[in-house]
């Protein structure tokens, strides 16, 4: 399944590159074709480190920890524009106008 996505690179003394996008409310779970898909990129600087969660009542998930100003401010605004982003794609699906272009295949 193909995704269209807009990115945008958070620029504040690191660099955090922000991809998102989803084909909005399908009707049902991911039997019905619903997907979102959310990329948080290190383009430079970022003090970002990921660990998985595995835990034995739930599928698991992951856990982000950003150290320092910068990736506090990147952080926040790469969320509102994730949210930006979702809240106008939630209908119709992200569409491709606006930020940088991008498509995903999405098992």
Request: charged share 20%; with cysteine; aromatic share 4%.
């Amino acid at each position: 399944m193909r995704i269209v996505t807009k990115k945008q690179t958070m620029v504040h003394a690191a660099l955090l590159e922000v991809e998102v996008g989803t084909t909005g409310l399908c009707g049902g779970d991911t039997g019905h074709g619903g997907r979102t898909y959310l990329r948080l990129e290190d383009e430079g600087g970022t003090d970002i480190t990921v660990r998985p969660i595995s835990s034995g009542t739930g599928s698991g998930g992951v856990e982000l920890v950003f150290g320092g100003d910068a990736e506090l401010e990147n952080l926040i605004a790469g969320l509102q524009f994730a949210l930006h982003v979702l809240q106008e794609s939630k209908e119709n699906g992200t569409v491709a106008y606006g930020p940088t272009i991008g498509s995903k295949t999405i098992d």
